[in-house]
T-cell receptor, first 111, second 112 residues
């Protein structure tokens, strides 16, 4: 069956360091993968999209990699700040534009 | 309003009651999605509309769940005879093209 896995343990990191989150998937051949940020009590907010033919994408302090051989995406937050504390969700596009989400990883950046 | 709005933000229902959750998508967005998010989990797909047509309802957990979008804009998710396992946050998202989805704040449903 199709599965998307993210580390369910919270990631505690010191301000200024790089946070790295992992998203692994099985039994998918996604056209693209997306990363969203979700704060408590709010809906997810889109951050980045990376296509199957792209290895890496950057946006400000964020970097995403996509390895379709390993079936894995890595999400990096460089020079992390306390305001980056949130839950980060990866999502794969399935047929009909619907997204299938991982369980999310909570990140806590300590000053 | 530039974003997706949902109402009510919070709903408490007694088991067996019917509830209706509303979603106002971004104006002009053709596609609309409903997701269910349990505590500590990622959102799970429920159903998808393109304009007024419901193209995919494969994620609806039972026939107690019903969604409509009669004029291709506002959508309502209805849950009949609510059960405790229906307690979750219900998220609505809209999409203009094919890529990023814009989510509303969600409706937190608690069934007692």
């Amino acid at each position: 069956s199709q599965k998307i896995e993210q580390n369910s343990e919270a990631l505690n990191i010191q301000e200024g360091k790089t946070a790295t989150l992992t998203c692994n998937y099985t039994n998918y051949s996604p056209a693209y993968l997306q990363w969203y940020r979700q704060d408590p009590g709010r809906g997810p907010v889109f951050l980045l999209l990376i296509r199957e033919n792209e290895k890496e994408k950057r946006k400000e302090r964020l970097k995403v990699t996509f390895d379709t051989t390993l079936k894995q995406s890595l999400f990096h937050i460089t020079a992390s700040q306390p305001a980056d504390s949130a839950t980060y969700l990866c999502a794969l596009r399935a047929a009909g534009n619907k997204l299938t989400f991982g369980g999310g990883t909570r990140v806590l950046v300590k000053p | 309003g530039a974003g997706v709005s949902q109402s009510p933000r919070y709903k408490v229902a007694k088991r067996g009651q019917d509830v209706a959750l509303r979603c106002d998508p971004i104006s002009g967005h053709v596609s609309l999605f409903w997701y269910q998010q349990a505590l500590g989990q990622g959102p799970e797909f429920l159903t998808y509309f393109q304009n007024e047509a419901q193209l995919d309802k494969s994620g609806l957990p039972s026939d107690r769940f019903f969604a409509e979008r009669p004029e291709g804009s506002v959508s309502t998710l209805k849950i009949q005879r609510t059960q405790q396992e229906d307690s979750a946050v219900y998220l609505c998202a809209s999409l203009a093209g094919e890529e990023e989805q814009y989510f509303g704040p969600g409706t937190r449903l608690t069934v007692t």
